[in-house]
């Protein structure tokens, strides 16, 4: 049987665990795919897109830088997807791609089932306004937490973030450099790509950590010492990195695409027994 085919697109991809992840899924469930990394600067994104479609592609994944224009490519969208504004999944219908968002469910499914920690009442602070945060902020809203600040390098992009997300009262913008006037918060986001290119980059207040604080990295690897090396020293209860995240978005990817859901625990459990050697691209 020939195998049908998957990919993710990014920039860079080189490093990406999603070959390795579907792999093993296909394994565990005895289907025959093929999937590969994509590298796409997003001048060539759509180009290569058809490509991979005209090649027989059933379905993609996208990861940074690609998200947004992903998004604006498919020819329709599932309701989380709009909402996020982000497309991470890709599925091939006959009128075209169908866009999907699985970060945020993989995040909440990450946090509660597999960490078990209850969000519902939560004051969460997200940092970052990019394609993960679109994806992450109207799941986290979804699972009961009960405002969230977000924060982000660039002002404006956190505003259209508040925008989308339509709960004024409950998503709203505060600037980076107040970060030490907001008080405490219950849960905190890195949804920065800051831990690729800076040492040090998480100098945040400790003001922001109170007894219960959960500390999210969404990078793994190398991208996430500097945000969890903060967090356990600011004593947060739980510091948490993004590598279940990424094992439970691809789950979620994969269900769309086969119908059938693989167990995480498993290649999870690889991943993390070769946790050092991980970079962090999806
Ligand atoms: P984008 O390029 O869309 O956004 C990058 C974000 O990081 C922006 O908010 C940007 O701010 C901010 N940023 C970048 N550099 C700095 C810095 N030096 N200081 C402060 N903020 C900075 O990337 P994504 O949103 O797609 O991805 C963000 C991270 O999340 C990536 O590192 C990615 O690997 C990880 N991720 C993990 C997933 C998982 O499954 N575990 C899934 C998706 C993403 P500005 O707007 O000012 O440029």
Not at 4 to 18: C, D, I, Q, T
Request: hydrophobic letters at 45%.
């Amino acid at each position: 049987m020939t195998p049908s085919r998957f990919a993710v697109f990014g920039h860079p991809v080189a490093h990406s665990l999603s070959p390795r992840i579907h792999a093993a899924f296909g394994r565990q469930l005895g289907i025959a795919l093929e999937y590969v990394a994509i590298d796409a600067e997003p001048s060539q994104f759509a180009q290569a897109l058809a490509q991979f479609a005209a090649r027989g592609g059933q379905g993609a994944n996208v990861t940074l830088p690609l998200k947004e224009d992903a998004h604006a490519l498919a020819a329709s969208r599932s309701e989380r997807a709009v909402r996020a504004g982000a497309v991470n999944t890709l599925v091939r219908r006959e009128d075209g791609w169908f866009g999907d968002n699985t970060d945020g469910a993989g995040l909440v499914r990450d946090l509660t089932e597999r960490h078990g920690l209850d969000l519902r009442g939560r004051r969460v602070l997200l940092l970052g306004a990019g394609g993960a945060a679109r994806g992450v902020a109207p799941a986290l809203l979804d699972a009961g937490v009960r405002d969230m600040v977000i924060v982000n390098r660039s002002p404006a992009r956190a505003d259209a973030l508040a925008d989308a997300l339509g709960e004024p009262g409950r998503a709203y913008t505060r600037y980076w450099e107040d970060l030490h006037e907001l008080g405490d918060f219950e849960l905190i986001v890195n949804a920065t790509a800051a831990g690729r290119q800076e040492e040090g980059a998480f100098v945040l207040p400790l003001s922001l950590v109170d007894s219960l604080t959960a500390a999210v990295d969404l990078n793994y690897g190398e991208a996430a010492i500097g945000f969890l090396a903060w967090a356990r020293a600011a004593q947060c209860r739980d510091v948490i990195d993004g590598l279940g995240m990424l094992v439970e978005q691809a789950a979620e990817a994969f269900e769309l695409w086969h119908g059938t859901r693989p167990r995480t625990e498993e290649i999870y459990a690889d991943l993390r027994a070769h946790g050092r050697v991980l970079v962090g691209e999806d």
